[in-house]
Structure formats: structure tokens, C-alpha cells
């Protein structure tokens, strides 16, 4: 059966065990929702910091392009070999400026169409070594369709679109690197004439977007609107054997999307830059969890401890409430098997002080009332020392002793008659032999008054010795004798004379072994004692 203790200890603890399990389940789903949306948060201003700077980027070279696009066709005063010398100069001379303030230009160029003159072509400025710009020789224009849009594609794409417009990347002509241009129609008096454009270093950009990291493996990579990738850290996408699309669809403004790349969960933010491309921001979904996981974990150890610790102070404080429970319990059990000194230590102001003291008064009041019984059924009406039942009870007390080999046990016993009591009775009435009696018991009493006096029989008595009386023994008997003879010499009446038998066994370790035996020595020698004194005629009437 569980004790109180156990079952208080553990109900308290399945209680704060499944508080804390929902207060963990409810944190861990706060936390999973607050690390979501930080997430979230933090792909959204990586990409848009991204963005900015790119479109910085790109606005910055998009701006110069427009400005000399606004040069040329407000210096362009002629169509004349001359005049388009001339100009050619001057846009030359303006173009150098503005490119020398766009970050990363690789080249800038204007071309004139064959069409509109055959003899000045324009100019090409690369830098290719990061010194400075060098003129390079033109592409010859003439050797292409210029009809054909993916041919050339720096000059068809703009003439044929009439508008300026950010280009695809591309393998320039004759340098055989990977670029990224804008490039614009001139038009004089509503006349293509040619195209301005600026090409940007496609490692340039690369670096842009490498920039952009988060977490261990997240990063961040371009594509156009239709999902088609024009650059990505972990994809070469100038292998055109292999077609290089995201695993999503980007329509809108901006979103928050989820999706799966070689075997993993990621998400991802995308945005749309100036130059019609989309920069997307994107990160394993494992690493988002790792913090929010992580946060979890810390509070599940913490739940944990708190109740490792919960629970060894319950066991304790529980202990102090049920201790004097357990305490009344054992109490209880003394008392049921008749033993009422019982130490009950708790007595605070509380209920359970209260019924402590109640069931200590209770015990105390009983054991009185035991007590009083016991007097009444282990006294002798007549005499009133104790009677043959306390007798018996005493020599089972002795006799436990003897049984368990107390090598500290010393006792005497002493059995006396009453001689002439039937000649009392007879001659004088009971009533006189009951006086008789009582003179006897008194005198035995008075002297052996530190020992327990026993009426065994009608005229029978008996006395067990111990301690300082069994010391004594020798002396007492010579008192009992000494005051026998004055007593009897001082009475007239027969019934206040003392004629007594007695003899007296000392317990022999080594040859009794039990109380009876003892017992049955001490009456052996009450009777030698009677006959001798018989036969000496100490046994007499008056």
C-alpha cells in the first residue's frame, strides 16, 4: 500500500510535470512562431538591402548610358562624315567621363548603323586589365543581320525593341568574357543612327550577390521574371547542355516561398530589381530551426531541472507535513498493542498539531484508565496488595527474561503462610481470621516495602525481591523476624498476633530455568520452615 507521503509527492509532481510539459509545448510553439517570422524578417532585409545595392548597381550604369544618350543626340548637328567626326569626338570625350564614374564598366561603346554611314563606325573602350580604358578595334557590324536578334545582340536587340533595355548575359564579341549590358537606341530626327551601351562584368555582379549570406549555407542567386537562372553561387549556368530554372513561379511584387533543391527543404525571399532581373535570398529550412530548436532545447533542460529540483523539495516538505502523520500512525499501533507511552514530539499551531495533542490526551487518559482497571483486577479486595493474577503476570515478565538469556536478571522470591488462620475462622469468626490476615499482610508489607506483596492463596502471600531489597535480603529477614516477635508480644487479641511461615529462593542462573522452578524452591523451604517451627513449638495460640 502507498504511503500518504508517496501518493501527495507524487500527484503534486504529475501536476507540475504536465504544467510544465503544456508551458514548454505552448513555448516551443510561441518560439517556433517568433524564430518563423524572424526568419522571415531577416530574408526580407537581406534581400532588400540586396536589392538596393544592386540596383544601385545597376541604376548607376543605367543613368550614365541615358545621359549620353542625351549628349549625343543634342550634339549630333549633322549627318555629314564631318559632322558625325566631329560629334564622335565630343561624344567620345563625354562617354570617358561618365564611365570613368560608373563602378564597374568593363566596356562602353557607340556604334553607328551601316546603314546611316558607312564610313565612321563609332568607337570601343574596354578595361580589361582594371588600368584604365583602351580603345579597341569595332566590331565590323556589316558581317551580321542586323535583323537578327540573336546575332549581335548588343546592337540588334536595341533597334529592333527601339528602347533602351538591360540584356541577358552574354559572351562579348572578340574579348570572349561574360557580361551584362544596357544598351540604347540613338535616334537623330526620329533616324536610328546607333546604339550607346555599357557592359558590366558579370563577376562584378557576382560579387554583388555573394555578398549576400545568411546562416552557414544560405545565399543568394538571380534569375529573370520567368525563373530562368542568370547566376547562382552552386550552378554554373553558362553550361547550356543543361537547362537552369528555380523549382518556383515569381509573379507579384514580393514573397516568402518554400521549396526543395537537391534533396533539401529551403526558403526563400525573392524581389524584383531595376533591370527586370529578380534577386532571391534563400536558406535551409534546417538552419531556421536550428535557433528556435536549440531555444527548445535549453527549455526542456530547464523543465527538466526545475523538476528534478520540484521533486526532491516536495520529498522533503512533504516529509515534514507526514512525518507526524506517521507518527499518530505508529502511535496508533503502540496503543493497540497496550503500550501507551508513546512520544508524539509535533506540536505547531495547525491541524495537525492540534489533533496531536487531541490523541496524546487521549492515550494519556486512557493509559489512566487502563491503569485504574488494572489496579482493580490485580488487587486484592481484603488486603489490597496485589492478588494471584499480578502474581502471574510478574513471573511472565521474569520468565521473557529467562528466555531471552538476560545475563543482568537477579530476583528473589518469598512465600509465606499464615498459620492458626482455620483455628481463627474457627474459634472466632471470619471476621476475626480477616483481621488476622490483614495483620499479616501489613507486616509483610511494612517490611518488604520496596517489593511487590502477592495473596496467592487464602492465607497464602508472596513477594518477588529485586534490586536494592534482593541486596538486602538477609536483613530484611532478621527486621521481619525481630518485628514477628514484637508484634506478637505486644497483641492480647489472636487475630492481631502474626504467625507466619516463610522461605525464600534466589533465581540460580545456571540451574533454573524458569520462574516456577524458583517458586517451587521457596515454598519447599516456607514448609520446612513450618514444620520446624512446629516442632518447636513456635507455632502457638494465646
Same mark, same amino acid.
Given at each position: 500500500?502507498?504511503?500518504?507521503?508517496?501518493?501527495?509527492?507524487?500527484?503534486?509532481?504529475?501536476?507540475?510535470?504536465?504544467?510544465?510539459?503544456?508551458?514548454?509545448?505552448?513555448?516551443?510553439?510561441?518560439?517556433?512562431?517568433?524564430?518563423?517570422?524572424?526568419?522571415?524578417?531577416?530574408?526580407?532585409?537581406?534581400?532588400?538591402?540586396?536589392?538596393?545595392?544592386?540596383?544601385?548597381?545597376?541604376?548607376?550604369?543605367?543613368?550614365?548610358?541615358?545621359?549620353?544618350?542625351?549628349?549625343?543626340?543634342?550634339?549630333?548637328?549633322?549627318?555629314?562624315?564631318?559632322?558625325?567626326?566631329?560629334?564622335?569626338?565630343?561624344?567620345?570625350?563625354?562617354?570617358?567621363?561618365?564611365?570613368?564614374?560608373?563602378?564597374?564598366?568593363?566596356?562602353?561603346?557607340?556604334?553607328?548603323?551601316?546603314?546611316?554611314?558607312?564610313?565612321?563606325?563609332?568607337?570601343?573602350?574596354?578595361?580589361?586589365?582594371?588600368?584604365?580604358?583602351?580603345?579597341?578595334?569595332?566590331?565590323?557590324?556589316?558581317?551580321?543581320?542586323?535583323?537578327?536578334?540573336?546575332?549581335?545582340?548588343?546592337?540588334?536587340?536595341?533597334?529592333?525593341?527601339?528602347?533602351?533595355?538591360?540584356?541577358?548575359?552574354?559572351?562579348?564579341?572578340?574579348?570572349?568574357?561574360?557580361?551584362?549590358?544596357?544598351?540604347?537606341?540613338?535616334?537623330?530626327?526620329?533616324?536610328?543612327?546607333?546604339?550607346?551601351?555599357?557592359?558590366? =562584368?558579370?563577376?562584378?555582379?557576382?560579387? *554583388?550577390? #555573394?555578398?549576400?549570406?545568411?546562416?552557414?549555407?544560405?545565399?543568394?542567386? /538571380? &534569375? !529573370?521574371?520567368?525563373?530562368?537562372?542568370?547566376?547562382?553561387?552552386?550552378?554554373?549556368?553558362?553550361?547550356?547542355?543543361?537547362?537552369?530554372?528555380?523549382?518556383?513561379?515569381?509573379?507579384?511584387?514580393?514573397?516568402?516561398?518554400?521549396?526543395?533543391?537537391?534533396?533539401?527543404?529551403?526558403?526563400?525571399?525573392?524581389?524584383?530589381?531595376?533591370?527586370?532581373?529578380?534577386?532571391?535570398?534563400?536558406?535551409?529550412?534546417?538552419?531556421?530551426?536550428?535557433?528556435?530548436?536549440?531555444?527548445?532545447?535549453?527549455?526542456?533542460?530547464?523543465?527538466?531541472?526545475?523538476?528534478?529540483?520540484?521533486?526532491?523539495?516536495?520529498?522533503?516538505?512533504?516529509?515534514?507535513?507526514?512525518?507526524?502523520?506517521?507518527?499518530?500512525?505508529?502511535?496508533?499501533?503502540?496503543?493497540?498493542?497496550?503500550?501507551? =507511552?508513546?512520544?508524539?514530539?509535533?506540536? *505547531?499551531? #495547525?491541524?495537525?498539531?492540534?489533533?496531536?495533542?487531541?490523541?496524546?490526551? /487521549? &492515550? !494519556?487518559?486512557?493509559?489512566?484508565?487502563?491503569?485504574?482497571?488494572?489496579?482493580?483486577?490485580?488487587?486484592?479486595?481484603?488486603?489490597?496488595?496485589?492478588?494471584?493474577?499480578?502474581?502471574?503476570?510478574?513471573?511472565?515478565?521474569?520468565?521473557?527474561?529467562?528466555?531471552?538469556?538476560?545475563?543482568?536478571?537477579?530476583?528473589?522470591?518469598?512465600?509465606?503462610?499464615?498459620?492458626?488462620?482455620?483455628?481463627?475462622?474457627?474459634?472466632?469468626?471470619?471476621?476475626?481470621?480477616?483481621?488476622?490476615?490483614?495483620?499479616?499482610?501489613?507486616?509483610?508489607?511494612?517490611?518488604?516495602?520496596?517489593?511487590?506483596?502477592?495473596?496467592?492463596?487464602?492465607?497464602?502471600?508472596?513477594?518477588?525481591?529485586?534490586?536494592?531489597?534482593?541486596?538486602?535480603?538477609?536483613?530484611?529477614?532478621?527486621?521481619? =523476624?525481630?518485628?514477628?516477635?514484637?508484634?506478637?508480644?505486644?497483641?492480647?487479641?489472636?487475630?492481631?498476633?502474626?504467625?507466619?511461615?516463610?522461605?525464600?529462593?534466589?533465581?540460580?542462573?545456571?540451574?533454573?530455568?524458569?520462574?516456577?522452578?524458583?517458586?517451587?524452591?521457596?515454598?519447599?523451604?516456607?514448609?520446612?520452615?513450618?514444620?520446624?517451627?512446629?516442632?518447636?513449638?513456635?507455632?502457638?495460640?494465646?
Amino acid at each position: 500500500m502507498r504511503s500518504l507521503r508517496t501518493r501527495i509527492t507524487v500527484t503534486i509532481i504529475c501536476v507540475i510535470y504536465l504544467a510544465l510539459a503544456v508551458t514548454t509545448l505552448l513555448s516551443a510553439v510561441f518560439i517556433r512562431r517568433t524564430e518563423s517570422r524572424k526568419t522571415d524578417q531577416l530574408l526580407l532585409m537581406l534581400c532588400k538591402n540586396g536589392q538596393q545595392s544592386l540596383d544601385y548597381y545597376f541604376d548607376s550604369v543605367q543613368n550614365s548610358v541615358e545621359r549620353v544618350v542625351s549628349f549625343v543626340e543634342e550634339d549630333l548637328k549633322g549627318v555629314s562624315d564631318d559632322e558625325l567626326i566631329e560629334h564622335m569626338e565630343n561624344a567620345r570625350d563625354y562617354f570617358w567621363m561618365m564611365a570613368s564614374k560608373t563602378k564597374g564598366v568593363l566596356t562602353y561603346y557607340y556604334r553607328i548603323d551601316p546603314s546611316f554611314s558607312t564610313n565612321v563606325k563609332g568607337f570601343w573602350y574596354t578595361n580589361l586589365s582594371g588600368q584604365g580604358f583602351e580603345e579597341h578595334k569595332v566590331t565590323d557590324i556589316t558581317l551580321y543581320d542586323v535583323n537578327d536578334t540573336s546575332k549581335l545582340v548588343w546592337f540588334t536587340v536595341p533597334k529592333h525593341e527601339g528602347k533602351s533595355i538591360w540584356l541577358t548575359p552574354y559572351i562579348t564579341d572578340n574579348l570572349d568574357v561574360r557580361v551584362i549590358s544596357y544598351d540604347a537606341p540613338v535616334y537623330y530626327k526620329g533616324q536610328f543612327i546607333g546604339v550607346v551601351g555599357i557592359e558590366v =562584368d558579370y563577376s562584378t555582379m557576382a560579387e *554583388e550577390v #555573394d555578398s549576400i549570406q545568411f546562416y552557414n549555407n544560405g545565399y543568394a542567386y /538571380l &534569375s !529573370d521574371e520567368n525563373g530562368r537562372l542568370f547566376y547562382h553561387p552552386r550552378v554554373d549556368v553558362t553550361d547550356t547542355s543543361v537547362s537552369h530554372e528555380i523549382p518556383f513561379s515569381m509573379t507579384g511584387e514580393s514573397s516568402f516561398v518554400r521549396y526543395e533543391y537537391n534533396g533539401e527543404a529551403r526558403e526563400a525571399v525573392w524581389l524584383p530589381l531595376s533591370n527586370g532581373m529578380r534577386l532571391v535570398v534563400s536558406v535551409p529550412v534546417s538552419e531556421t530551426k536550428g535557433e528556435w530548436m536549440g531555444l527548445v532545447l535549453n527549455i526542456s533542460l530547464g523543465t527538466v531541472v526545475v523538476l528534478v529540483v520540484a521533486s526532491l523539495f516536495l520529498m522533503i516538505y512533504t516529509r515534514r507535513i507526514t512525518r507526524p502523520l506517521e507518527q499518530l500512525t505508529e502511535a496508533a499501533e503502540q496503543v493497540e498493542k497496550g503500550n501507551y =507511552d508513546i512520544d508524539l514530539p509535533y506540536d *505547531e499551531d #495547525d491541524e495537525l498539531g492540534r489533533l496531536t495533542r487531541s490523541f496524546k490526551k /487521549l &492515550s !494519556d487518559n486512557t493509559k489512566i484508565h487502563i491503569n485504574d482497571l488494572n489496579e482493580q483486577v490485580y488487587v486484592d479486595a481484603l488486603t489490597h496488595v496485589k492478588n494471584k493474577g499480578a502474581y502471574e503476570k510478574m513471573a511472565e515478565e521474569l520468565q521473557e527474561q529467562i528466555d531471552r538469556g538476560n545475563p543482568d536478571l537477579k530476583f528473589a522470591i518469598g512465600a509465606f503462610d499464615c498459620d492458626n488462620l482455620k483455628v481463627i475462622n474457627d474459634q472466632y469468626g471470619h471476621d476475626k481470621g480477616d483481621a488476622y490476615l490483614n495483620a499479616s499482610c501489613g507486616m509483610i508489607s511494612s517490611v518488604f516495602k520496596r517489593s511487590p506483596v502477592f495473596r496467592i492463596g487464602g492465607d497464602e502471600f508472596s513477594v518477588i525481591l529485586k534490586n536494592e531489597d534482593y541486596h538486602n535480603l538477609k536483613a530484611l529477614l532478621a527486621q521481619f =523476624d525481630a518485628r514477628v516477635d514484637m508484634i506478637n508480644a505486644s497483641s492480647d487479641n489472636p487475630w492481631d498476633q502474626v504467625w507466619i511461615s516463610k522461605g525464600f529462593a534466589s533465581f540460580d542462573p545456571e540451574h533454573d530455568t524458569s520462574v516456577a522452578s524458583v517458586m517451587k524452591r521457596a515454598d519447599e523451604l516456607m514448609y520446612d520452615d513450618k514444620r520446624e517451627r512446629k516442632s518447636s513449638g513456635k507455632i502457638k495460640m494465646r
